[in-house]
């Protein structure tokens, strides 16, 4: 009965913290800052945040360092402010509903990084899942008779495909994270970012911000990357593998959802034809792959 409570509760918690996710294509625009100074900001409230919530919770005394875990830790920290950029970035160039569908192609690469890396031979279903993906991607980047490279590259599509590369060695890294906690891991991420932003970000920015601008700053930064990381990490231990994947699709249907219903964006027939193939292929290679190399990956996970 305990555990039955613990997994409703579990369950509650990442279908919120999942549709919470799929909002920050629209609160990023609001905020008023380039991505670079957002990814600065977001990586300044988490650390704040989780460090509360890692130390106050009793869990740092458990703690276990690492030398290796840590190394693997700053170094998917890297990944993880290259793949918040440029996320943002396709954000400044790009309707919501293109840019996490191809970013969302992060599954994809995951997956055969990993059959590369760890020798993992490839079945007919996720290489099936991995052309209808590919495919689809293609009919999302507007590639017709006018394409030119210039336009590909200011049209941000560019950024959103980067994003994923980066999401995708990124967890191909966390698979390599054992000993350390989630908490203390994403803390490494969110603080190594904190560092590595600075010469980089334009502070004078941040004078012309107005009270709205401010207010949906603290969303994203306490909300998005606080509150939302605790309920993330803090359940998804305690759910099975596979239920993990279907709601991983909750942030993209809501980010597409509100793209549609917030800012009218319709879709050509062709873009529509690309998110279901894009969708269909990830979840073929998610739901449908080995329920090992699921089970393996989704510890691993790391929210947007």
């Not at 369950?11 to 008023?32: D, E, L, N």
């Not at 409230?45 to 700053?74: H, M, P, Q, R, T």
């Not at 996320?87 to 599954?107: D, H």
């Not at 009919?139 to 941000?156: A, E, Q, T």
Request: aromatic content about 14%; proline content about 3%.
């Amino acid at each position: 009965m305990e555990k039955l409570v613990r997994n409703k509760k579990a369950t509650i918690s990442i279908i919120i913290a999942m549709a919470t996710f799929g909002t920050v294509g629209f609160v990023a625009p609001k905020t008023g800052l380039k991505a670079i100074d957002l990814v600065y900001i977001r990586c300044t409230f988490a650390s704040i945040f989780l460090f509360a919530v890692w130390y106050l919770s009793g869990l740092a005394k458990k703690e276990i360092y690492n030398k290796k875990d840590i190394s693997l830790s700053l170094l998917s920290g890297i990944l993880l402010v290259l793949n918040w950029v440029c996320l943002f970035k396709s954000f400044e160039n790009l309707s919501v509903t293109i840019s996490v569908s191809i970013y969302y192609l992060a599954p994809v690469i995951l997956f055969l990084l990993g059959s590369f890396v760890y020798k993992e031979k490839i079945t007919v279903v996720p290489l099936l899942g991995v052309l209808s993906s590919f495919i689809g991607s293609i009919l999302l980047s507007g590639i017709n008779s006018d394409f030119s490279v210039d336009k590909l590259l200011s049209s941000g599509v560019i950024w959103a495909f980067l994003a994923a590369i980066f999401y995708g060695i990124l967890m191909v890294v966390n698979k390599g994270i054992t000993k350390t906690s989630s908490y203390f891991t994403t803390l490494i991420q969110t603080t190594l970012g904190f560092i590595l932003l600075i010469p980089f970000v334009k502070f004078n920015a941040f004078q012309h911000l107005n009270f709205e601008n401010w207010s949906f700053i603290l969303i994203i930064g306490f909300v998005h990357t606080g509150i939302i990381y605790a309920l993330f990490f803090g359940n998804i231990r305690f759910l099975p593998s596979n239920m993990i994947a279907v709601l991983t699709f909750l942030d993209p249907a809501v980010a597409i959802l509100l793209d549609t219903v917030i800012t009218g964006f319709k879709p050509t027939s062709t873009q529509i034809t690309g998110i279901f193939m894009t969708f269909l292929g990830i979840a073929l290679i998610m739901l449908l792959n080995s329920p090992k190399k699921i089970a393996q990956n989704s510890t691993n996970k790391i929210a947007n």
